[in-house]
């Protein structure tokens, strides 16, 4: 009885692979690696929070400023969260009265 070794395979070949279809549906490549500007992503990520692009819960409670003082301890929790509507939905105002 013969044992069977897979050729080996390179991380990525190791993913999930999207379909053909999800591919142009997705408009999917892969991009090259490129340098994070830190200093930019933190700019976003304030202005987003003041403009509530998302919400901030430490500890199940809501974080309302960055002046805000939070404890980070240990067992202290941190959830972002970020709200986006829903696509083909109707708004109240679409409902039909009865």
């Known amino acids: ?4 070794f897979p050729p080996a395979q390179t991380e990525q070949e190791l993913l ?3 379909t053909e279809l999800e591919k142009v549906l ?3 490549r892969l991009r090259p690696q490129e340098l994070i500007d830190a200093e930019q992503q933190v700019y976003h990520a304030l202005e987003a929070f003041q403009q509530n692009g998302f919400f901030v819960l430490v500890n199940d409670r809501q974080v309302e400023s960055l002046d805000e003082e939070v404890w980070l301890g240990s067992g202290a929790t ?4 970020k709200l986006t509507p829903l696509v083909g939905g109707c708004s109240l105002t679409q409902l039909p009265l009865k």
Do not use: K
């Open 26 to 28: 997705n408009c999917y």
């Open 78 to 81: 941190a959830s972002f969260l």
């Open 16 to 18: 999930v692979q999207p």
């Open 1 to 4: 009885m013969a044992t069977y």
